[in-house]
């Protein structure tokens, strides 16, 4: 099960950190990602991580200025974002899935099996 939290209301050039905290095992092979979907917008991938750490990638968007990051402890995956734009508001969602590490697998929304509820990030201008 995945919680994301973090989410609220920025102004334009601001930050926020999203939290997602997953219960249960996780292991090596999962992949937890970040995707939003904007109102009136088809669901997007953001930001990707497995949780090995050794891999990520990043929409084109974002890079740059958003920066995952999982903690093995806590069993918490972060997306800190900086120079946030309005173009960034949206509701993120956390998703985790097994195995993969190509960008299909890791960027696909399809390939997620376990989904978060989402939390509203509003950057006004």
């Known amino acids: 099960q995945l919680q994301a939290s973090g989410g609220g209301l920025v102004q334009a050039g601001g930050s926020l950190r999203l939290s997602c905290a997953a219960s249960?095992?996780?292991?090596?092979?999962?992949?937890m990602g970040w995707f939003r979907q904007a109102p009136g917008k088809e669901r997007e991938f953001v930001a990707s991580?497995?949780?090995?750490?050794?891999?990520?990638y990043y929409a084109d968007s974002v890079k740059d200025r958003f920066t995952i990051s999982r903690d093995g402890a806590e069993n918490r995956v972060y997306l800190q974002m900086s120079s946030l734009q309005p173009e960034d508001t949206a509701v993120y969602y956390c998703a985790a899935k097994r195995g993969g590490t190509s960008w299909q697998a890791m960027t696909y929304a399809r390939y997620f099996t376990n989904w978060g509820q989402g939390t509203l990030v509003t950057v006004s201008s």
């Open positions: 991580i497995k949780w090995s750490g050794y891999r990520t």
């Open positions: 249960g095992s996780i292991f090596s092979d999962h992949v």
